[in-house]
């Protein structure tokens, strides 16, 4: 990401069990590198954004542990390089490979020109690919893992010619608060001396374009105007003569909510195994994710019966498969796979029609924002504690007596006592204490100060878990 400093950059990872954590990002070599420490196996979903938006590629996944499946279906693929380029320079984009497993990865270049492909392995599952090509027009970058195209290959990508006089123009004042549906927005462009005729259009999420309107703002400065019919990130095209300005196309974020594919979770039988003839679903639960443009793609043997419905909490999508052999069931949203999309589906049974190469079947849907039926699933689960708080002990002045506008202070063990959550609370006679501090320092031991402000009585009580420990709760004069 030419341009771009890890400062820019956010990064944070959700477990299997769906705790969700902030990850760290570092400059490393011909990029940037994200470090957590996995508190689980199985596989966890990577999320890395450049300002509030995912980058190319983005959500990843990143399995602890032994791979669940390897092959071409989950190798991703992500950059500049698959979606625009220009003559004569580089075009750039990354392969990540680790949850593939083993293997051999081809990369292929087809178009009016030759293309000239370099090609770097970074050893940590991931690789570097640019490829340069002397004349524009439109080209197939197909990528293979052992033998088979991986999801989205090949890619179309139109290279420009020599950008020329459009290098010149710039962008200002574009949309960076809130852009809503059905509501115009507004930027300028300046030509900065180019010649030649601009040209603006919007592409929403589900590949609708829409003309933008452009009116002289004063001299060598245009206002482009666009209304967005669609929530989650719109592509607003600019070029001059027919090539495309520097940055274009810009991204930008439509809607009041956040429509974040990394938050979706899909699950269900429709997923994992199939007989052929025979109906099955899976459920798609779109309730943290925000409105926005889902779409169901189903590649396999035979072509599929699929429906769709909407529920409280989601949406369930019911299929029947006809042939043998392997499925591979893609779930986007906003254009991007949701967490382990591809799935790959084993289907038994009987052939009930030929089979073919590869047929297609897609259903796509424009989600409204969902709430779950039970709130308590939308909290994270909490892990069974062992403990007894009869076995906590504490001591301490500050558990006897307590001097006003000073530090107090007492201890408290829960060595023995197993593992469990320290809750401490202190009111006074007109209230809560002005400060409670509680720090653990090491083998659970505690060290707790507070702050009291006005004389009289105050009660502390000490819950480890639910429990209270023994003495609590405690009375105390200050």
């Known amino acids: ?16 069990s769906g705790m969700t954590e902030d990850a760290a990002i570092s400059d490393v070599e011909d990029g940037y590198g994200v470090q957590f420490i996995p508190k689980e196996l199985g596989v966890h979903t990577v999320s890395v954004k450049h300002q509030e938006l995912h ?6 996944s990143f399995t602890v542990g032994k791979l669940k499946d390897g092959g071409a279906h989950r190798v991703h693929a992500g950059g500049a390089g698959l979606e625009r380029g220009e003559q004569g320079i580089p075009c750039e984009f990354n392969v990540w490979t680790r949850e593939a497993g083993p293997g051999s990865l081809a990369i292929s270049v087809e178009g009016p020109s030759k293309a000239e492909i ?53 962008i200002g004042q574009f949309p960076e608060g809130q852009v809503l549906t059905n509501k115009p927005a507004m930027f300028l462009v300046r030509k900065n001396t180019a010649k030649g005729q601009l040209d603006a259009k919007l592409v929403s999420p589900s590949g609708a374009e829409d003309d933008c309107f452009i009116d002289t703002a004063d001299f060598e400065s245009y206002s482009v105007r666009f209304m967005p019919k669609e929530n989650g990130i719109n592509n607003l095209h600019i070029k001059l003569n027919q ?21 979706i979770h899909v699950h269900g039988k429709g ?28 590649d396999g043997p035979s072509k599929v019966s699929m429906d769709c ?14 042939a043998t052999g392997f499925y591979f069931v893609s779930v986007k949203f906003q254009g991007c796979h949701v967490p382990g999309s591809p799935f790959k589906v084993p ?33 994270p689960a909490l892990p069974a504690f062992k403990s007894n708080a009869a076995k906590v002990t504490s001591k301490g002045m500050g558990l006897k007596k307590a001097y006003i506008q000073k530090q ?43 702050l009291c402000k006005d004389r009289g009585e105050y009660l502390i009580w000490i819950n480890y878990g639910n429990d209270p420990i023994p003495g609590s709760p405690f009375r105390i004069e200050a």
């Open 243 to 263: 090539v495309h300005i520097p940055g274009s196309p810009f991204r930008v974020k439509v809607g009041t909510e956040d429509a974040d594919p990394a938050c």
């Open 347 to 379: 289907c038994t049974g009987k052939e009930l029609v030929d089979k073919v190469t590869k047929e297609s079947s897609t259903v796509v849907v424009e989600t409204s924002h969902k709430v779950a039926k039970n709130q308590n699933q939308s909290k």
């Open 1 to 16: 990401m030419p341009g771009v400093t890890a400062f820019e950059l956010s990064a944070s990872v959700t477990s299997p």
């Open 55 to 60: 980058i190319p590629g983005s959500p990843f």
């Open 408 to 450: 107090n202070q007492f201890t408290i063990n829960a060595a023995d006592a197993g593992n469990n959550i320290l809750y401490v609370g202190m009111l006074g006679p007109k209230g809560p204490c002005e400060e409670l501090f509680i720090k653990h320092t090491g083998r659970q031991n505690y060290q707790v100060n507070y």
């Open 118 to 170: 370099d090609f770097k392995d970074r050893k940590d599952g991931s690789c570097y690919v640019s490829y340069t090509v002397a004349e524009p027009g439109e080209y197939r970058v197909g990528i293979r893992f052992n033998e088979e195209s991986i999801p989205d290959s090949p890619y179309k990508v139109y290279v420009s010619p020599d950008t020329g006089e459009a290098k010149k123009v710039d």
């Open 309 to 322: 419905t909407e529920l409280e909490d989601g949406y369930k999508v019911h299929w029947t498969p006809l």
């Open 271 to 298: 997923i994992e195994e199939v007989m052929s003839g025979q109906k099955t679903d899976f459920f798609i639960d779109t309730c943290h994710s925000g409105a926005g443009h889902l779409a169901v793609t189903i």
